[in-house]
């Protein structure tokens, strides 16, 4: 089982960028998948971005492509998440998942998919 800590959120004014970090505990880091899910007030849970364990498969949903990026350092046991150009509607608490499989699952952006999460940190964008 991963545990898993993010960091990097916080309040920015539109068109502004963060940097979103997600720590993974355990050895076995580079044989999960990982990714980013985001929730706002009164709303479901929805999928951002999914990386495989290599790092060498990439997803991202539609409202995110072309102004995030997810990476990740499997030395470090981390994951990253740059958000650049963001906008008010981005605002959530934004949640780090993982799945124990290496590859991207078929349904990578299905909650369901992933085993362990985080906390979540807050994102809220300004207008």
């Known amino acids: 089982q991963a545990q898993l800590v993010e960091s990097g959120g916080g309040l920015v004014q539109a068109g502004g960028s963060l940097r979103l970090s997600c720590a993974a505990s355990?050895?076995?880091?580079?044989?999960?998948?990982m990714a980013w899910f985001r929730q706002a007030p009164g709303k479901e849970r929805e999928f951002v971005a999914a990386?495989?364990?290599?790092?060498?498969?990439?997803q991202y949903a539609d409202s995110v492509k072309g102004r995030f990026s997810l990476s990740r350092d499997n030395a470090k046991n981390a994951v990253y998440l740059q958000m650049n150009s963001l906008k008010p509607e981005d605002t959530a608490v934004y949640y780090c998942?993982?799945?124990?499989?290496?590859?991207?699952?078929?349904?990578?952006?299905?909650?369901?998919?992933?085993?362990?999460w985080g906390r979540g940190t807050q994102v809220t964008v300004s207008s």
């Open positions: 998942a993982a799945d124990r499989r290496n590859s991207l699952s078929r349904n990578y952006d299905s909650r369901y998919e992933y085993e362990d």
């Open positions: 355990g050895r076995t880091f580079s044989n999960y998948a």
């Open positions: 990386i495989s364990g290599s790092g060498g498969s990439t």
